[in-house]
């Protein structure tokens, strides 16, 4: 299992060779989200990297309306193709791209967002015919699903290992939207272009310490923890995961970095636990072992009353208590009938029983049957409510 | 009191046979499938009980489907089924019989996001494809992507303007589709997980608990916290006055957001947008006066503050709320739904909202201006005299010349 990593000067690309990784990612600040590099910083760690013999991996993964992609081709146009060893990209317009552009150039695909079902993956990566390299998977994912997935599929697999979890990504700058109310710190150095940061708090939920990012790219907003498997490398192994990617760029210093390369290759025999009580902040492993973000759906609606097919006759509509219930027939295969048995399904999902007797229509004449679209009235049926579903009663 | 004085001007049949973008509408329910046919919208959009984005939602049942369909295609009118959550393994392994059977029941098209889901519908229909916005289709190359993965539409993400909506269409050979009115992602539409991570919500498949438009504590630079802030609220898109660009641009379907909206909006939301079309269409512009009206009605429709998104130049600065509410001011209350005609006798309508003898309601014809009437006899369903109309009641209200099943009955309230 290959370390993975960023570096963002030549410092850092020491420390990710020190660790053992194999690899360095590298961000422009015209094609990567959190990118600082400029065109001939990036060009110039691409170079120190092979020297140090780390597979260089430009990161473009931005997401793109006309104006900038056509900033991003002017920005590629700079940079040096022939030391990078791959290009990693989200935006399936750069995907198209590189395919198309880059007939030679080797591609990480990044299918982070999404993308947690099996054909859906291995259709991405045929598309690339042969041209992917390795998929880079979402953290939603759980841990039996990105087994069968990497079994599954004929392209090495990725993860975040360690890192800061993005929760919301949008062009728009949140932050410089608020300079009425905040003397914002608008951070200016040599890589980046604009950069503003602070830490949001709900006010609705106890969810507190959202680092929020704005820069050229527009807003990020990042978990308060941080994603961490440095407890699970060793399932990671067994499920032959090819790379456990690790991201220090909100962090000043990577130096953390160098404590890793111990527990990626000895998980066995190392303290994960040590390194991750020394990560600067709290960590969590969200859904790796399980991922239940549906099972709350059966609240948001009163399933009780969801309208099945079966035997629906209608709903009520009116009742006067001890008078009557008009009931407008909705089916258009059945019709609510004299000598009929009906289930009344209420808004509470109390089931009530009833046997039609007496039938009429809104002028009170007595009828036989009312159709669909019409409306019937019958006796007043205790505890049926406004709202309640009638069904046919077959029981 | 009613929304303006009933006179000024009257609509043009919609007989002209120049090129239109199609009018698409939400429809969370039956009901409002059928309300926003009636008024007008050329297709809705709907979901069945699994595979879109809004749990909450009524959603349809195959019946209702079934139904929902011959309403619209005896109106000439197209239904597309959204399944545009992103499915995880174990909810695509039901997807192809529903994808069998929506094809049987003869849908016009599915909306996707997910290359699995796409591949699935390809694989066991013959169903036109339309990418969903949640995929985030934001320039050519993305497009001729997708269109070489077999779709045939690309619904744009909202970030993309309708110039570069014409360029992708042009450069792609696809139809497009953009957002013309409703809310927004304040996200690229399917990259936001807040509610997933914070509320175990999943929000690409249908769970989205609108974390974006909570109230927030931001930190200065200071450290020092200030609270109440919106920041990631978007306001509304509104997109009526620059409806000339998306003619110019040939836009094939300008689409409306709001499944879980109510059928009052649905209805006056298409018949809004159905009038601006037909308007433009025959006279290539849109009078200031009718401007003025369709304006003060979606004023009063449910919306936070309306802006033009990024219809023309991205959206930022000011397109964020500073505070959490809906917009403080006069709406249009639903008072209900005519549910039965008797001819020069009676109306009967379902009751939303409370209204009494001696109040000025509105009748919504599905064409023409709205009628202002004051009640001043109100029967029970069984055609008893009272003096109040309940909700969850039926009424009998005189006959007024024009109605049928489904049109909308409303009153202009005060805050």
């Known amino acids: 299992m290959k370390l993975v990593a960023y570096a963002r000067n030549s410092q850092e690309l020491n420390v990710l060779k020190n660790a053992g990784a194999a690899e360095v990612l590298l961000c422009h600040s015209q094609l990567s989200r959190l990118g600082k590099l400029s065109t001939s910083e990036l060009n110039a760690l691409t170079s120190e990297a092979r020297k140090l013999d780390l597979r260089p991996i430009l990161e473009w993964d931005i997401l793109m309306t006309h104006e900038g992609f056509t900033r991003a081709l002017e920005t590629l146009q700079e940079i040096s193709w022939d030391s990078l060893c791959a290009v990693r990209v989200q935006d399936p317009g750069a995907y198209e791209w590189i395919l198309e552009n880059r007939k030679e150039m080797p591609i990480q695909l990044v299918l982070e967002t999404g ?50 979890i993005l929760l919301l990504y949008t062009p728009r700058h949140l932050l410089s939207n608020q300079s009425n109310h905040f003397e914002w710190m608008v951070k200016k150095d040599e890589r980046a272009q604009h950069l503003i940061q602070t830490v949001a708090s709900s006010e609705q939920t106890l969810h507190s310490g959202f680092r929020v990012i704005e820069n050229q790219h527009g807003t990020l907003l990042f978990h308060a923890k941080d994603y961490c498997l440095l407890d699970q490398v060793r399932e990671l192994r067994e499920m032959n995961l090819d790379a456990f990617r690790v991201d220090y760029r909100l962090e000043e210093s990577s130096e953390g970095l160098s404590q890793l390369n111990e527990v990626l290759l000895h998980p066995e025999q190392s303290n994960a636990r040590q390194v991750i009580e020394a990560h600067p902040r709290k960590v969590t492993r969200c859904f790796f072992k399980a991922n ?49 048995a009906l289930k009344f399904i209420t808004p509470g999902g109390q089931i009530v029983q009833y046997q039609v007797e007496h039938l009429t229509d809104l002028d009170q004449r007595p009828v036989q049957e009312i159709g669909a679209g019409d409306f019937g009235m019958i006796h007043y049926v205790k505890h049926a409510t406004p709202g309640s579903s009638v069904y046919q009663n077959l029981e | 009191m009613c929304a303006m004085p009933c006179s000024s001007f009257s609509m043009t049949p919609s007989s002209m046979k120049s090129w239109k973008p199609e009018v698409l509408s939400p429809a969370g329910s039956l009901d409002k499938l059928k309300t926003a046919v009636s008024y007008g919208a050329d297709a809705v959009y709907l979901a069945g009980q699994k595979f879109g984005l809004r749990s909450a939602a009524d959603n349809f049942t195959r019946d209702e489907l079934a139904e929902g369909l011959e309403f619209a295609h005896l109106r000439g009118a197209k239904v597309y089924v959204v399944l545009n959550s992103f499915p995880h393994q174990s909810d695509i392994d039901a997807l192809p019989a529903f994808v069998r059977e929506i094809a049987e029941l003869g849908v016009d098209g599915v909306i996707a996001s997910d290359l699995g889901v796409i591949t699935v519908v390809s694989q066991k229909s013959r169903l036109p494809i339309h990418l969903s916005t949640q995929a985030s289709c934001l320039n050519e190359e993305s497009g001729r992507l997708w269109k070489k993965l077999g779709v045939t539409r690309l619904i ?92 110019e641009e040939q836009i094939d379907s300008i689409k409306i957001e709001g499944r879980m909206r109510s059928s009052l909006y649905a209805g006056l939301i298409s018949k809004i947008y159905r009038e601006a079309v037909d308007t433009y269409s025959e006279l290539r512009t849109l009078p200031q006066a009718q401007l003025i009206h369709w304006h003060q009605q979606l004023a009063y429709l449910p919306h936070r503050q309306y802006m033009t998104g990024s219809l023309t130049e991205a959206a930022d600065q000011g397109s964020t709320l500073d505070r959490g509410v809906f917009d403080d001011q006069s709406h249009y209350e639903f008072l209900g739904l005519i549910r039965k005609v008797e001819l020069n006798r009676y109306l009967l309508l379902e009751v939303r909202s409370v209204f009494r003898v001696g109040d000025e309601i509105e009748f919504v014809p599905f064409q023409g201006q709205p009628v202002c009437l004051t009640v001043t006899e109100l029967y029970n369903s069984i055609g008893s005299p009272i003096s109040e109309a309940k909700v969850t009641s039926l009424v009998r209200i005189p006959y007024i010349e024009g109605a049928q099943i489904g049109s909308l009955i409303r009153k202009v309230t005060q805050l």
């Open chain 1, 115 to 164: 993308n947690r079902n099996l054909e859906g993956i291995r259709r991405w990566c045929e598309y690339g015919k042969g041209r992917v390299e390795r998929v880079v998977l979402s953290i939603e994912l759980p841990e039996s699903r990105i087994s069968q997935i990497i079994s599954s599929l004929f392209v090495p697999v990725e993860i975040l290992g360690l890192g800061p």
């Open chain 1, 292 to 340: 239940a973000t549906d099972v709350l759906f059966k609240k948001l609606k009163n399933t009780e009353i969801q309208r099945q097919d079966s035997g629906f006759i209608g709903d009520v509509v009116e009742i006067s208590r001890g008078q009557y219930t008009i009931i407008h027939v909705l089916s258009q295969k059945l019709s609510l009938k004299v000598g009929q």
């Open chain 2, 156 to 247: 744009l993400g909202r970030e993309v303007t309708i110039q570069e909506a014409g360029r992708i269409k042009r450069a792609t050979g696809l139809e497009v589709e953009l957002f013309i009115h409703g809310s927004m992602c304040m996200a690229y539409s399917g990259n936001c997980t807040i509610s997933n991570f914070t509320q175990g919500r999943d929000s690409n498949r249908g769970g989205c608990a609108q974390s974006c438009r909570f109230s927030y504590t931001l930190e200065d630079s200071q450290g020092e916290a200030r609270s109440n802030q919106y920041f990631m609220s978007s306001k509304d898109l509104m997109g009526i006055d620059l409806l000339s660009y998306f003619f």
